[in-house]
């Protein structure tokens, strides 16, 4: 594995720079290719995933699997990745001081080091600590925009699907946009 991202890695496994650290199981650095075309972000593990170390192996993780199915890409296609690398105890919201903590220390880095051409911001926390801005999903869902050199795509986050089945058409559709995105060889 790349060094830089396997250090990374390391990093987030042995992470105490914030409150999450004392009350996980696992950190969940993410997975995925090292050149990935597309990287996905999305908010925080939740139960299973700081069980088992791994990003989206839960609910959440079942709808995002159906989703990419949908839209014809392999789950080892892309990067998965979360807002906050611990899980939030009853799976609260990070706190301000928790995202930014990991956005500068781990998720920006990750990104600088991935390089992917584009970056699915799935849900509101993805997106606001992200683009530090307050975008409307149900405007902007499905769309790209870019900052600072990058392009992202603006999504539902998959859990969205199981609280509002009446999103899961537009979901779909969203995610055929982003599979776009992906080099095929
Ligand atoms: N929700 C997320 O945002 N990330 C995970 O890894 C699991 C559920």
């Known amino acids: 594995m790349h060094t830089e991202l396997q250090n990374l890695r390391e990093r987030i496994q042995t992470c105490q720079?914030?409150?999450?650290?004392?009350t996980r199981a696992h950190a969940v650095p993410g997975e995925g290719p090292e050149n990935p075309s597309v990287m996905l972000i999305g908010e925080a593990p939740g139960r299973n995933e700081d069980e088992q170390g791994k990003p989206f192996c839960g609910a959440a993780g079942k709808k995002l699997d159906e989703l990419l199915t949908h839209a014809g890409v392999a789950r080892q296609?892309?990067?998965?990745?979360?807002?906050?690398?611990?899980?939030?105890?009853?799976n609260?919201?990070?706190?301000?001081?928790?995202?930014s903590t990991?956005?500068?220390?781990y998720l920006f880095p990750q990104m600088h080091v991935l390089k992917p051409k584009m970056i699915g911001l799935m849900g509101?926390?993805?997106?606001?600590h992200v683009l530090g801005e307050n975008i409307s999903l149900t405007q902007m869902h499905g769309k790209?925009?870019?900052?600072?050199?990058?392009?992202?795509?603006?999504?539902?986050?998959?859990?969205?699907m199981i609280y509002n089945q009446a999103l899961k058409q537009t979901m779909m559709?969203?995610?055929?946009?982003?599979g776009k995105w992906?080099?095929?060889?």
Do not use: G, W
């Not at 720079?17 to 004392?22: A, V």
């Not at 990991?102 to 220390?105: E, Y």
């Not at 559709?173 to 982003?178: G, Q, V, W």
């Open 17 to 22: 720079l914030c409150p999450l650290s004392r």
């Open 77 to 90: 296609e892309v990067f998965i990745t979360s807002m906050v690398k611990c899980r939030p105890p009853e």
């Open 92 to 99: 609260r919201l990070p706190t301000l001081e928790e995202a």
């Open 102 to 105: 990991c956005k500068s220390h």
């Open 124 to 128: 509101k926390v993805a997106i606001e």
């Open 144 to 160: 790209t925009l870019e900052k600072n050199n990058q392009t992202y795509m603006i999504l539902y986050h998959p859990a969205a």
């Open 173 to 178: 559709e969203d995610f055929k946009e982003l």
């Open 182 to 185: 992906i080099e095929k060889k």
